[in-house]
């Protein structure tokens, strides 16, 4: 439970390390250290299948290359499962990527310590290294981040609407109930559907809320137990949530039935079926674009950030994978040297998916990619940056606030009845 | 004559609520599969923006809309306007939706509102304007409603978020993972006709094994004496409801131990082991049916028991033993879990290749459809093929009707 | 007493375990060896690495030992996942049985017989999964992609939020989606066993002028019985087991025993209340275990 303390320490400066200190270093290509790995194997266990397999692999390209790896790569949406039997059947694979910091927590006894890997330590800020390490051992290689408190909307159905991106909170209200005066497609397409984790996008989206509302630190302590759960000012942050859904996304029943994945390109139908979808970055890259191949970025879709009260920047709320090691390897030196390192940070900003956390990237390696551009421009104009809490709870508790937004639009429960249980099972959780 | 002709007709007319039931069951059944096959033949976009229900509706574009709120301008033959003129394919192809038809009418041309904010077209007319002007001008051709694309991508792997396989080859040509060459690509090593050759490896043995093993043990508890018979039978009922999920990690260890993870053999063994609770049950309800005085006389005639086994209880449990076959060999063929964990990418079944198509966020419905018809054909055939022994009269002759 | 061998077939006491040897040896590895596990670790904590007991409070209500059966059992979940699953139990049964004898029968008097089973049969084959995508798109909200919503529409009814319905009506969409994949096992087996019936049987009462319905239940039904019981068992472990299509599909209070005891393992990371459910699961299968010997001592005895 230590490290989820730690994790307090969220106000880091990822943004000012991660774009305006770009290191001269960066533009000279390191070498590729290869430890002696050459001819040997090693293999990965991640979520990524399909394209992002291989954007994956197109990143992993020139270290294998350089050092006759040969890679052993698997790809599943059961990681869990997976991972699981085979780090209890004491067969880990080498690496295996690690969906948020919190299943970290679990294999923390039987992963390496990335001191021992000839990992660029220096490429990293020490927030994202906290994140990365249990019980102040550094175990997970931040690999890649994405910003979430984003809205994505059509600029030109805007135009032809009369309507202008909002820069203030009340302008965000104003321009919603204009929408929903002029006709009869909501303004938000508030749809997340998401199998057994149902509720993941709402808790992103009420943490965002939460963020203009009650403000960062306040959201912040809601993962270590400064914040209760159940503290009026987070019980009116779900409870407008709620409401939102209600007046402006059409409906509980919609937004519980309808999956995340079709909600993103509610916006973009033709003719649209909603003004605008909070969502993560990957929204454009992964549904938008491949889904409508002849929109063009800028102008069919764009975002904004969400506004605060007063207009001003406010954190942004990020997530991130992470890469741990079970073996100790020369294979796996090179491997996490190379991605660590400024050409792995180049390779994986230009790859497009999404952001590389590792501060060593330069503003022009997103160069050919206007969506990553504008995102890592968007992640610098913030202040600061704050993680998905869901993804830092103790385990079980991310699911617990999944289950519990996923009853309170439903309407099965209260916001308060849904916040006071979670901050039951966090009071055992955290032992206090 | 005319009699017999009358009995025909009353037995036909008869039989006719039986076929009306079978048929209409039938319909029911298959409307919710026939979705899912004209999903799988529709292209990418169309999935996305229309029910399947939908292909059947007209696609030619009218006029109606354009004449309202155009001719008067463009005129009738679109070209009206020199400079914007709307026959022309390059000006038209830029509209790539009807919000960028729709933008223009807010813009001044010539010191004027495009369109008074009072006179535009609503969303529906916006629609229609713009796929006229599309096809008339020529900018794109009619969209197919019928497309091959999708399982061309899955047979050959292809698994980018847009487009399809033969676009991608037309505008980027070969590369080192693909030849272009359709069936070379769709036979290459870690395409899906390895995949199932694969699976056929792991299924075949994982259905004999258990279903072998399973006949021997049924004769057992069927025609032979031993101690704790009715203890063990009541556990082999038991046993079916162990979830599978908490045998992987004992499994897991033990092939560990013995070196067996990421061999087709520890994944025989394993399908062996969990399929055998039901086929031990199932096959010894069937045989202990088995009318006693045909194994009798058997015996009498100075048969053994292995005698007996093989030559009068097996082929008289060929029913049985046809409908384990097709269950068994589609609860592996369908298997992803135990591939997943035992095999994984050493030897990548049909299943876990069909998986990789869908990313981390789960996109691709329009080739999930082709997939789920590919990796369905199979278990279909083999149900064919077995539901013939499911034959009368096997017992006739054996026993005084 | 009445052995089963006829009294002519001696045997060693040996030549029993011959024929058990290679199954038992299987069964005792892959399924009872990982059930007695699932037991040890039923009693122990969520990381495993103490025993259950040790997790009570004082002041609150615990079960020592027996801690994660009063999670698994006294929770609001805990009451939701038994309702539904007991709903599924009482709906599915009796569902997939009675039809799978209907589609046996039925299909075995016409010429296309075939094909007809094949098309019952095919959900079966298309997997768990492919048959929640299938459902999935038949209950989506949206009447353009919604196939039930788009028939409804035809008839003028709006369209509705299947899914989010109250329970338990949401509970029995899931149940017709299981009903219609499973349809096809139970008409499998029960063909298997009609095509079993010796013809002169059939043709005998036929030829005493039964008219089809009397065949059918003087003497089709008896014979039938033993099969009925055995698809009757076997779907109510496959329900009790019912998993894919509740967590692809998911509603709100939508959950069964086998969806609650995965996620207590993959997401709750709680293995001792997963195992819990896991043997919960198995206690409810004694009664029908029970039942199982009933049948196994009455053919006995008729033999």
Redesign the interface.
Known sequence: MTKRLVVLVLVFALSAAGLSAVSPRAAAQDAIECYGSEGSEVSVLS????????TFKAVLAPVLEACEITL???????LN??L???V????PPDIASMPNPGALTVYADKLVSLDELNVHAENYVQGWKDLGSVDGVWVGLPIKTDIKSLVWY?P??F??A?YTVPTTWDEMIALMDQMVADGDVPPLSMGFESGGATGWTATDFVQDILIRTAGVEATNGLVDGTTAWDDPAVVAGWELYASWVENYGGGADAAITT?F?DAI?LPF????AAWMVKQSG?AGS??V????????YG??FAFFVLPSADGAAVPMQVGGDFIGAFNNTPAVQAILGYLSSAAGAAAWAASGFDLTPNSAVTPDAYGDNPISADKAAALGAAPDVTFDVGDLLPAGLGQAEFDGITAVVGGSTTAADALADIQARMTEALGM | MNRVLRERLISIIN?IP??V???G??LI?????L??LI?SFRP??AV???????VVKSQEPTSTAYQTYCTDCHGANLSAVPSIDLGASDVVSGF?????L??T??REYNGAVHIPEDQRPD??S??EILDYLRIESGAIKMPPRFTVNNYKDVMVGY?????TYDQACEEEGPTPTRSCDFWEDATRSDAIFKGVLNSFAVSIPSTILPIL??G??A??F?????RG??VM???L???????L????????????DLGL?GSFLGVW??H???G???A???MR??I??LP?EI??SA??DGAG?WR??RVIIMPLAL??I??LS??QF?WVW?D??VA??FL??KAPVL?YQL???????????HR??AA?FI??AI??AV??LF?RY???????GS?K? | MK????A??R?K?W???M??A???A??I???????L??VYLSLRSSDTTQWASEQCRAGETCWGLLENYRQALTTDQATTALQNTALWLVVMVPGTVILGL??AV??D??RYE?L???????????????AS???R??YNPD?????LN?LLGVIGIGPQTWLATDPPFNSMLLIVVGM?VW?G?TM??I???L???????I??SRVDGANEWQVFTHVMLPQLV??L??VG??MT?NT??IFDIVWVMKGIKTDVL?TR??SE?YLFRNNGLS?AL?VI??I???P???Y??RQ??I??AA?
């Open positions: 979520v990524w299948a399909g394209e992002e397999e291989n052993n790569h698997e790809g599943t949406r059961d499962t997976v699981d039997s085979r209890q059947g004491n067969q059509s030109l159905a135009e032809a009369g999956s994945g390109l139908q033709d003719p649209p990957f992964a549904f674009a491949p889904n409508f191949p002849d929109y063009i102008e069919d | 039989r039986l076929h039931a079978v048929i069951l039938c059944w298959i409307l919710p599969t979705g899912l999903t990418q976009q996305n923006e229309t029910g399947w229900w939908e790539t939706n009807t919000r960028r729709a933008v009418f807010n969303d529906e916006l629609r698994d980018a978020r847009g487009g093993l399973a021997f043990a004769y057992a069927a025609w032979l004496d031993f018979r009715k039978f009541a556990l009922v038991g046993l079916q409801i162990v979830p999920q908490m045998t992987l990690v004992p499994v897991f260890r033990l092939y560990a993870n063994l394993f062996t082991g969990f055998l609770p039901y031990i049950y199932l309800n069937f202990a049916g006693r194994v009798e015996y009498l028991h007996v086994f029913p049985a046809a409908a097709i269950f589609m369908n992803l879990l997943l964990i994984g990418n299943t998986s990789q198509l869908m990313d981390s966020l789960g996109g691709g419905w999930m459809t789920a990796s369905m278990p279909l149900f064919l539901q499911f034959v009368r009269g096997l017992l006739s026993v009707g | 052995t089963t061998t006829p002519v077939m045997q006491w030549t029993a375990w024929y058990l290679p199954a038992l299987l069964l590895i892959f399924v009872l060896f990982p059930t596990r699932t209907l589609f039925l299909t008097r016409v075939s007809a089973k094949s098309i019952i049969f095919a959900p079966m084959a298309i997997s768990f999964v492919g995508i299938i459902w798109f038949v009447p353009d992609i919604g196939s788009a219609w349809t096992f499998t087996i063909s298997a066993a095509k079993g019936i010796p013809t002169e049987i043709e005998a033993p099969t019981a055995v068992t076997t472990i009790l087991k086998a005891m995965i393992l195992a896991a699961l198995i409810l299968i004694i029908v275990m029970y199982n010997i196994f001592n053919q006995e033999r």
